[in-house]
């Protein structure tokens, strides 16, 4: 792992609240949100970065724009996630696997494996 570097910013109230409410809710530090925010940002092509800056700047309508996205974006996975599984079914034997009906969540992986 490459040696974590230091950074300096300051975020307008608003948003400090943002980073700490996010924080508190899922049990992470600030540092921890601020870091995972510019990893996903960051790997996103910088048309999809614009449209997404694009749409939070407008603040009576970009909340409901930025819904909407991550509406539509999550349909597409659940529905990728769909269609593995299904492809898998139909190639399986029929088989049941006891450990998957005792599983609340799984995450199965693009190799077929499962985990937690």
């Known amino acids: 792992m490459a040696k974590a570097r230091s950074r300096s910013t300051s975020l307008p109230e608003d948003l400090d609240l943002r980073v700490r409410t996010i924080a508190l809710r899922e049990n992470r530090t600030p540092a921890n ?30 909340v409901r724009k930025l ?9 597409a996975l659940a529905r990728e996630r769909f269609e593995s599984a299904a492809a898998r079914l139909a190639q399986s034997d029929g088989t049941i696997d006891p450990e998957m009906l005792d599983a609340d969540e799984m995450v199965l992986e693009s190799d077929g494996s499962a985990s937690r």
Request: charged share 30%; no cysteine.
């Open 67 to 75: 819904e909407e996205l991550s509406r539509r974006i999550m349909f």
């Open 33 to 62: 949100v601020l870091e995972n925010a510019v990893r996903v940002f960051t790997l996103m092509p910088q048309e999809l970065r614009n449209l997404l800056i694009e749409a939070s700047a407008d603040q009576a309508k970009g």
